[in-house]
């Protein structure tokens, strides 16, 4: 009786869902802007892996849970020499290699040239009765527009598929059709576009995911309610101030929209103690407050961990977010600094 409780519920709260956001929502995009933006693939020296979880309104039955990994490369950059860090500048190159590794230039900061990135991403999440699964393939192309300066253009390109979560589904008769079909999922193209500009200090960047507007049905015969992919915008900016040889702190914003849901504003904090651990918080407008910290350790790898404090009625029900990020820098031998991993 309880299930089926819930389940009414979320059959009553089904317009609702219908105006909200398609896409899965993370905390902890500051850690991995490559959910919001294809063209961050290549910002960094290195293969960059990331892994996910989020677990959201923890203590509501059928409440969504999403994961993720993703990974992207640049191919073809030249300016290793270029460190991000706004503190005392240090030696790009450490270990054993410090001394054998020379850059191709004299000055390789002044003979900055264009270059590519690839990645690819890959996202799950369930919310009560639906399913969600997405894989893209990501592409971006670098160019400088001065020494410091860079101006990148993205592209995503894969597919979604949409599925029905039986085992959260209740039937009124054991006949009903669904109980036992496979053929209850659909699977969509996924097209997303984006633009970056960014230096070692700041980013600037707007994307729109689900560029198609494809419709698609749960029903063999045509259904009285048009449904469809919606586009979602995203326009996300912030900016690196060092305090102290020690402390820097990055403020920056997220601005995400998908008609006809209002527009969404997070205003971000991140605080920085020798490059090594932060924390810092958001206030998601009128939804929820978050918490974050991390650590890096040596340029190897990176956790990081938030937890949202629910502000709106589903505090009455929910016992906040959760969401963990673990971030893998792979074939990073020579500890060569990147501009993301202070964003």
């Keep these: 009786m309880r299930k089926n409780s819930y389940f009414l519920l979320f059959l009553l709260c089904l317009p609702l869902l219908g105006l909200a956001q398609q896409i899965p929502h993370y905390s902890q995009y500051m850690l991995n802007p490559l959910l919001l933006n294809p063209a961050v693939s290549g910002t960094d020296n290195y293969l960059d892996v990331r892994a ?16 993720y990994l993703s990974a992207h490369m640049p191919l073809s950059r030249m300016d290793y020499l270029s460190p991000p860090t706004t503190f005392k500048p240090q030696n790009a190159v450490k270990g054993k290699f410090k001394n054998q590794w020379r850059p191709d230039y004299r000055n390789n900061a002044q003979k900055t040239r264009p270059h590519h990135g690839v990645g690819i991403l890959m996202q799950a999440d369930k919310a009560a009765g639906l399913k969600r699964t997405e894989v893209q393939l990501l592409y971006a192309y670098h160019q ?14 894969g597919f979604t598929q949409f ?37 070692s200090r700041f980013y600037l960047g707007a994307s729109v995911a689900q560029i198609l507007p494809t419709p698609f049905s749960f029903r063999e015969t045509r259904s009285t309610v048009s449904a469809k992919q919606q586009r979602h915008f995203f326009g996300h900016a912030g900016y690196r101030i060092a305090l102290s040889s020690y402390l820097s702190v990055t403020p920056s914003v997220v601005v995400k929209y998908a008609a006809p849901s209002p527009v969404s504003v997070d205003l971000n904090t991140k605080v920085f103690w020798r490059d090594q651990f932060w924390v810092g918080g958001s206030y998601r407008l009128q939804d929820a407050a978050v918490l974050t910290a991390g650590f890096q350790y040596k340029h190897k790898f990176h956790l990081g961990y938030a937890y949202d404090l629910t502000t709106s009625g ?19 031998r020579r500890s060569i600094y990147s501009p993301s991993q202070y964003w």
């Design 52 to 67: 996910g979880y989020r677990n959201q309104w923890t203590g509501l039955e059928g409440a969504p849970t999403s994961y």
């Design 144 to 157: 400088p527009l001065t020494p410091h300066l860079k101006l990148a253009a993205g592209v995503a390109a």
């Design 163 to 199: 599925g029905l979560n039986r085992e959260m589904l209740s039937f009124g008769t054991g006949g009903d059709p669904v109980m036992n079909a496979d053929e209850y999922n659909r699977l969509l193209p996924s097209i997303g576009v984006g633009a970056l500009l960014y230096s």
């Design 314 to 332: 589903l505090s009455q029900v929910s016992y906040g977010s959760h969401e963990l990020v673990l971030g893998l820098m792979l074939r990073n």
